[in-house]
């Protein structure tokens, strides 16, 4: 009798046992989904490419290192999770292997810091981030590992203090909730002011002052909400700025050694700045410039095709070719006296050249 009921509970023992083991497969098993529908253990995906990641899950969150491979194998990201699958660091990959940029996820967004990397392995800005957002420094690097620019963000948006440094030189301004407002200031290469202005709610405002690399003023602009309300060109005469109106210049020239501008008003200025610096300070559109020659739109002269004295038309040109020589020339006034030198003239001077019939040069 005993013997028979302990023959039953073996075989009952039994057959749980085997139940139990049909009904649910080691964990070890890849790919492997629980009897309540969870991933658990090492999980392959496969494309028509071949393999395209490979990682593990517990109770169907991931947990631990994932990695993923693009279409020769070779590894693109890798993902290490960590509170429950909650956060994430994450590390982007190259073709040739470098790191392309590491950082962390929250929830799936980008949190805390992350960092960028050229080919070579040369980290080139590092972000911070909040609930995937843009939110504190922003800092860029060159080649040489040099600080660039920097810009502060809040919440996506520009909000604070930004610099930033090229070839050229150097910018620098505030921002607030993404609109320039404060002081901004441009310097040359050399550490010479370039600009100097205000912002307000991302409209220029107040006076602006514009240089020349050597130093010395350019010219002033007043604004008010992005319009200009005036503009001068400075004249620097004698180490001292003075402040005249572009329209008020009747001729600017020069011999190669000294530079003379003459105003409407026939006053004479001897200025400190050279010939191109003051021809780039005036307002152009309302310039010609008069050659030994001719006298043609500024404009005109810096475009034109050939022998800028003489636009020479040719039987092999095409006809758009012709037809641009062609304005040209009917833009050109042959000036019946020659000048002694190039002069830039304001379009009100014209006229006078225009009536000059003796041999007698341009007065300077």
Same mark, same amino acid.
């Given at each position: 009798m005993l013997l028979n009921q302990f023959k039953f509970v073996v075989f009952c023992v039994f057959v749980a046992i085997s139940q139990i083991m049909f009904a649910q497969r080691p964990v070890t098993d890849t790919n492997y989904v629980d009897n309540k529908g969870r991933k658990q253990g090492v999980w392959k995906k496969n494309d028509p490419q071949g393999l395209s990641y490979i990682g593990q899950f517990k109770d169907d969150k991931p947990y631990g290192r994932f990695?993923?491979? +693009?279409?020769h194998g070779q590894t693109v990201i890798i993902n290490d999770y960590f509170r429950d699958g909650f956060a994430t660091k994450t590390t982007y990959f190259y073709p040739n292997g470098k790191i392309r940029a590491t950082g962390f996820y929250l929830d799936k967004l980008r949190d805390s810091v992350w960092q960028f990397y050229d080919t070579i392995g040369r980290m080139i800005r590092k972000d911070h981030y909040l609930n995937g957002m843009l939110h504190g420094l922003t800092e860029v690097f060159d080649k040489n590992g040099d600080r660039v620019e920097t810009i502060e963000w809040y919440r996506d948006l520009r909000n604070g203090q930004w610099w930033q440094k090229t070839e050229v030189g150097t910018q620098t301004? $505030? &921002?607030?909730? /993404?609109?320039?407002?404060?002081? &901004?200031?441009?310097?040359?290469?050399n550490g010479n002011p370039y600009i100097k202005g205000y912002y307000e709610?991302?409209? *220029?405002?107040?006076?602006?002052?514009? &240089?020349?690399e050597n130093g010395l003023l350019d010219r002033v602009m007043l604004f008010k909400k992005n319009q200009i309300l005036k503009k001068q060109v400075a004249i620097n005469v004698k180490g001292k700025d003075i402040l005249i109106d572009s329209d008020s210049v009747a001729y600017l020239? $020069? /011999?190669g050694k000294m530079v003379e501008l003459k105003m409407l008003d026939n006053t004479v200025y001897r200025p400190s700045q050279t010939f191109e610096q003051l021809v780039g300070s005036l307002d152009t559109d309302d310039f010609f410039l008069a050659t030994s020659q001719f006298l043609a739109p500024?404009?005109?002269?810096d475009s034109m095709i050939e022998d800028k004295d003489n636009p020479?038309? &040719? +039987? $092999? +040109?095409?006809?758009?070719?012709?037809?641009? *020589? =062609?304005? =040209?020339?009917?833009?050109?006034l042959k000036l019946k006296i020659p000048t002694p030198y190039d002069i830039y003239i304001n379009g009100e001077v014209i006229d006078l050249l225009k009536g000059l019939t003796n041999s007698k040069p341009v007065e300077d």
């Open positions: 990695v993923h491979f +693009d279409k301004t $505030t &921002y607030k909730l /993404n609109l320039s407002h404060g002081v &901004y200031e441009a310097t040359f290469a709610d991302g409209l *220029k405002e107040k006076t602006w002052y514009f &240089y020349h020239h $020069t /011999n500024l404009k005109l002269y020479v038309i &040719y +039987d $092999t +040109d095409s006809e758009e070719v012709k037809a641009e *020589k =062609q304005e =040209q020339r009917k833009a050109l």
